[in-house]
């Protein structure tokens, strides 16, 4: 009884591990952005408008996950199984304007794809905002 009890015990323990590691390696895998859009540049200028309108369309689009000042603290965040990520965050500020426009536009996982909810323009205004959040 004891052995049947100790391998039931052993077998659950490597289980929840297994699971575990599991979870973890889809929230950590790389997201991959195609060549031709990491090196899209941003049409919409960095400026007081510019940065004020990607701000209420981040603020209607993206802050429930986000947050409103990018670390990831939204209302909704803890609800979904992928990491949410830090905006201020100095590996997300490295990337591109295209490699974030690729993200926004395509989705993946939680994160849903804003291709025709949200013009190409306004997901730009957003990034323009998103660097705002730099530390």
């Known amino acids: 009884m004891k052995t049947k009890m100790r391998i039931s015990l052993f077998t659950s323990l490597v289980l929840f591990v297994a699971f575990g590691l599991v979870s973890f390696i889809k929230l950590q895998k790389p997201w991959t952005v195609p060549d031709e859009y990491k090196n899209k540049k941003n049409p919409i200028k960095s400026n007081s408008a510019s940065i004020s309108e990607g701000k209420d369309l981040y603020l209607k689009s993206c802050s429930n996950c986000h947050g409103k000042t990018g ?65």
């Open 71 to 135: 670390l990831g603290d939204g209302p909704k965040a803890k609800l979904i199984d992928t990491s949410v990520g830090d905006f201020t965050d100095k590996s997300f500020q490295s990337q591109t304007d295209g490699e974030m426009f690729y993200k926004t536009f395509k989705g993946r996982d939680d994160m849903p794809g804003y291709k025709g909810k949200v013009s190409d323009d306004d997901i730009w205004k957003m990034i323009v905002f998103m660097r705002t959040f730099k530390k």
